[in-house]
């Protein structure tokens, strides 16, 4: 993945298709995942999936992404309802952040 | 690099930051990698290498049938540490995992540079409240957890169904209960031979909570920190948590 040009958009389209890996059942191959899709909700993701997820994240983004810091910065509720969304912003974030430094 | 084999088992294994090496264990059934994942091992990792792995039959590693045995499970801890660390280590353990922790710390004097024990029951077959647990379904456990757990539950979606199938394996295919009733004390005389320092972290109305302080009056390097919560501490107080075990280790 290059470090240029990490808009929303494009950050979704990698992020959905690690989470359809994650879950590697499908059901998930066809699944719509918008900003607006939660995790929890929408996706059922287990905890032990999201620990799958974080370390996709962190080859995908060449170690941009400290997912699992993110994660523990936030209580049990926020957690439970976290969006799609939220996390692409913060990956956009930590992308920018990288590149600019 | 996420599977490793020991034992004759696939284990799942991750590792987050960078420093000197800490190795921490989940506690049983409900437990997995993630119980450490997304609560205190962030904050560890901060300044620490540390590595997490998923117990033998519990979250990615492989469904083993039978070896939930302490000493069987300190062998898998023994092999993961090898190839961890050729250094002494800290070690980190929740539950069954810490009392794992401390049968191999025990086992292997000069490995363990520091060892912190969080709710460790002892022997984890005399407590009421886990024959109690035992004796139930795999619905029935599920609804004795924490509220967070059970609003999952409560939806019966995919997390529901696949949680407590990960029970039901493990209460109907696999050796574990009865490894876990036949899992012995261990003597006063014989954890006084402790010689690392040792941080037991018990929450105030855990029923495991008199095991810290015995802990801490036998071990000669001990000493007891109580956290407000039960026996699910790193989901629980996971900040608190997180601080105690980071200024132990750098203490």
Redesign the interface.
């Known amino acids: 993945m290059t470090t240029m040009n990490h808009t929303p958009e494009s950050v979704l389209t990698a992020v959905a298709t690690l989470v359809r890996e994650v879950i590697g059942e499908d059901w998930a191959q066809d699944l719509e995942i918008t900003m607006a899709t939660s995790f929890?909700d929408d996706l059922?993701?287990?905890?032990?999936e999201?620990?799958?997820l974080?370390?996709r994240l962190k080859v995908a983004f060449d170690n941009r992404v400290?997912f699992?810091?993110w994660?523990?910065s936030m209580d049990?509720?926020e957690?439970?309802g976290l969006k799609v969304g939220t996390l692409v912003e913060y990956v956009v974030r930590c992308l920018s952040k990288s590149t600019t430094a | 690099m996420?599977f490793e084999v020991h034992n004759g088992l696939k284990f799942h294994v991750?590792e987050?930051g960078a420093g000197p090496p800490v190795l921490m264990l989940h506690g049983l059934l409900v437990g997995?990698?993630?119980?450490w994942?997304?609560?205190?091992?962030?904050?560890v990792?901060k300044a620490h290498r540390v590595r997490l792995y998923?117990l033998r039959g519990h979250?990615?590693s492989e469904r083993a049938t039978t070896g939930y045995d302490v000493p069987t499970m300190g062998s898998d801890l023994a092999s993961i540490a090898n190839a961890f660390s050729p250094e002494p280590f800290a070690l980190v353990g929740h539950s069954y995992g810490a009392s794992t922790a401390l049968h191999y710390a025990l086992k292997n004097p000069g490995r363990v540079s520091k060892l912190v024990l969080v709710d460790a029951p002892l022997p984890a077959s005399r407590l009421e409240e886990l024959e109690a647990f035992l004796g139930r379904t795999p619905e029935a456990m599920a609804e004795s957890l924490p509220g967070?757990l059970q609003?999952?539950l409560a939806r019966k979606?995919?997390?529901a169904t696949?949680?407590v199938e990960g029970l039901r394996f493990l209460a109907t295919e696999t050796s574990l209960f009865a490894d876990l009733r036949r899992a012995d004390d261990i003597p006063d005389e014989v954890l006084a031979t402790l010689k690392c320092p040792v941080l037991c972290v018990y929450g105030t109305q855990s029923s495991c909570r008199p095991v810290g302080e015995r802990l801490a009056r036998v071990v000669p390097n001990a000493r007891l920190v109580l956290l407000e919560g039960g026996h699910f501490l790193p989901?629980e107080a996971?900040v608190a948590l997180?601080d105690c075990i980071t200024e132990f280790l750098d203490g």
């Open positions: 929890s059922e993701l287990e905890s032990i999201f620990v799958t974080a370390e400290d699992a810091g994660l523990a049990l509720q957690i439970i | 996420s991750q987050l997995s990698m993630a119980s994942y997304f609560t205190a091992a962030p904050a990792a998923d979250g990615r967070a609003d999952a979606g995919r997390q696949r949680f989901v996971p997180g």
